[in-house]
């Protein structure tokens, strides 16, 4: 089943509502799927636009504060993992957000359903060199990180 929205333009479902958009990541241009929260009948919450519609008017500013938080999660994941003590070639020593530009890509954006927070809530989620299997997964709330972790963390 496809809709057009007006917001999220023209949508496929199959267990959600989904599309292929195409954002600029740091310089690059990046395709990317957009997935959205939704019953069949193609009706969004008005807090579905609002979170979606603020993300794209600050994503130039957002991306810098995103690429911060993964840089200090992947510091964490290090060190959990004992890989500041002992070498392994999926997690090498990494100082700077542009060396950490080499390792990600994005690949989702999320759009739940509006009431699961009281603030605006976007989802993204990135493939990463060092956890091919898990990924990364960033919560946005009012267009700030919330939360850094696993993929599902942005579901």
């Avoid at 333009?9 to 990541?25: A, D, H, K, M």
């Avoid at 990317?32 to 939704?38: A, E, V």
């Avoid at 993300?55 to 994941?77: C, F, P």
Wanted: proline fraction near 1%; hydrophobic fraction near 35%; charge should be negative.
């Amino acid at each position: 089943m496809r809709i057009k929205d007006e917001t999220f333009g023209e949508l496929q479902y199959e267990f959600g509502w989904s599309r292929t958009i195409t954002l600029n990541f740091f310089g690059d241009t990046t395709e990317m799927d957009l997935m959205i929260d939704g019953e069949e009948e193609g009706e969004f919450d008005e807090g579905q636009y609002i979170a979606y519609k603020a993300l794209m008017n600050s994503w130039e500013a957002i991306q810098h504060s995103v690429l911060t938080a993964i840089l200090s999660y992947y510091k964490r994941k290090r060190i959990e993992l004992g890989y500041d003590k002992s070498l392994n070639e999926k997690y090498p020593l990494v100082e700077t957000t542009h060396e950490l530009l080499e390792m990600i890509s994005l690949e989702g954006l999320v759009v739940p359903y509006a009431d699961i927070f009281e603030a605006r809530h976007i989802g993204l989620t990135l493939n990463c060199s060092w956890d091919n299997e898990n990924g990364i997964g960033i919560r946005l709330l009012n267009e700030e990180v919330s939360e850094v972790g696993y993929q599902d963390v942005a579901i």
